[in-house]
């Protein structure tokens, strides 16, 4: 008879003895997220918005408490950046755009506090619509530089894909933990 050792079979190991935490600093975090990201300084700041957020599991998401209520995650970020563009000329040239096409469309007889009105809704709709593309660039950014997982929460059950009213949720490393959250 002929013996056949399992090929699956995996030498015994002993376990290696445990080692402190590495100790991550913040020049440590600008240096990984600086090699995968085209904005370092904006997924730096992303990166510590979702860290004073954290809960104590490292989490934040799908549904912060902002200024209006419970909005979702990738929507605080936004409006807690938006500040960071109001001097922006991009932001000037949007606004005179879309004052221009709400004057045209109104005519002459409108009133200027409703076409005001307009285009501040009109203005915040689309810079939601712009910083929540910007804020899920960089998570991919800080996904790909290992600072940050992702995964989606909604209605029906917990699924790794978006979409089916599902949204975000951010989870910090315990690195980025240790290195940036409010203690």
């Known amino acids: 008879m002929f013996y056949q050792p399992d090929l699956f079979e995996q030498p015994q190991i002993p376990p290696a003895a445990p080692r402190p935490p590495v100790r991550v600093a913040l020049p440590d975090l600008v240096d990984r997220i600086s090699i995968v990201s085209k904005r370092p300084r904006y997924a730096l700041l ?3 918005l979702i860290a004073q957020e954290a809960g104590s599991n490292g989490s934040v998401g ?5 200024e209006q209520g419970r909005v979702p995650v990738r929507d605080w970020l936004c409006q807690a950046l938006a500040p960071l563009a109001q001097r922006d000329c991009r932001r000037r040239a949007m606004i005179d755009t879309v004052r221009a096409g709400l004057e045209t469309a109104a005519g002459q007889g409108a009133d200027p506090r409703d076409i005001e009105q307009r285009l501040d809704a009109e203005v915040q709709s689309r810079i939601l619509r712009s910083g929540r593309s910007n804020v899920s660039r960089v998570v991919s950014d800080l996904v790909r530089a290992g600072l940050l997982h992702r995964h989606y929460q909604g ?10 009213q599902r949204e ?16």
């Not at 799908?62 to 902002?66: A, I, L, W």
């Not at 209605?155 to 089916?164: C, E, K, L, M, Q």
């Open 46 to 48: 992303v990166l510590k």
């Open 62 to 66: 799908p549904y912060v408490r902002g």
């Open 155 to 164: 209605y029906r059950v917990d699924h790794p894909n978006r979409g089916a």
């Open 168 to 183: 975000a949720v951010y989870t910090i490393t315990p690195e980025v933990k240790r290195a940036l959250q409010r203690h």
